[in-house]
């Protein structure tokens, strides 16, 4: 099956860090840059970082620039978000995929940041 499957995603302090994972099967990511996307409560989905095919480079939203990493392992067929100084503002559902593939997103993990 072509597949995404996010995990890591739990109860954070305020300042506290959370790391990521997207677990990818059924295609070569290695073909595709990869992103993550986030949706907090009652609000839409906001993209939050990509990266490029090879990994050389990566992009950031404003909102988590400076405290979010993307990276990825193309042999381990997986995409990694560290989160450090995590904010109330970062809780959401997050979500990784393939932008230029038609690779269906995973369920999501639950990121909750609360003192």
């Known amino acids: 099956q072509v597949q995404l499957v996010e995990s890591g995603g739990g109860l954070a302090q305020p300042g506290g860090s959370l790391r990521l994972s997207c677990a990818a099967s059924g295609f070569t990511i290695s073909s595709y840059a990869m992103s993550w996307a986030r949706q907090a409560p009652g609000k839409g989905l906001e993209w939050v970082s990509g990266i490029y095919s090879d990994g050389s480079d990566a992009v950031y939203a404003r909102s988590v620039k400076g405290r979010f990493t993307i990276s990825r392992d193309n042999d381990k067929k997986t995409l990694y978000l560290q989160m450090n100084s995590l904010k109330p503002e970062d809780t959401a559902v997050y979500y990784c995929?393939?932008?230029?593939?038609?690779?269906?997103w995973g369920q999501g993990t639950q990121v909750t940041v609360s003192s």
């Open positions: 995929n393939a932008p230029n593939s038609q690779v269906p």
